[in-house]
Nanobody, 124 residues
Framework: QLQLVESGGGYVQAGDSLRLSCAAS????????MAWFRQAPGKERELVAA????????HTVDSVKDRFTISRDNARNTVYLQINSLKPEDTAVYYC?????????????????WGQGTQVTVSS
């Protein structure tokens, strides 16, 4: 069972940057595609970005692709989400998730493992 633990969230000002981290419990991490989702209050959980197991493939949703960057370090069993120029509408709980295949990356039910989430709050 792969365990995922997010960190790096917090209360920030608009225009600030954050780097979220998601640490996995074991080396099988390197065989999983990883993704970051977010869920704002009263809204559905949505995909933000995903990365293949080898990191050769990435996808970032159009609404944030100029500000969000996903990356991974398989030696450290960690996936990252760099967020620049934060906006109040980025306020949400951010979750990382793992799945075997880099397909259907927007479909929540296809993910095998989820972290507990980290809160990001952006003040104007």
């Amino acid at each position: 069972q792969l365990q995922l633990v997010e960190s790096g969230g917090g209360y920030v000002q608009a225009g600030d940057s954050l780097r979220l981290s998601c640490a996995a419990s074991d080396r099988t991490f390197s065989s999983y595609a990883m993704a970051w989702f977010r869920q704002a209050p009263g809204k559905e959980r949505e995909l933000v970005a995903a990365i293949s197991a080898s990191a050769l493939g990435t996808h970032t949703v159009d609404s944030v692709k100029d500000r969000f960057t996903i990356s991974r370090d398989n030696a450290r069993n960690t996936v990252y989400l760099q967020i620049n120029s934060l906006k109040p509408e980025d306020t949400a709980v951010y979750y990382c998730a793992a799945k075997r295949e880099f397909t259907r990356i927007s479909t929540l039910r296809t993910y095998d493992y989820w972290g507990q989430g980290t809160q990001v709050t952006v003040s104007s």
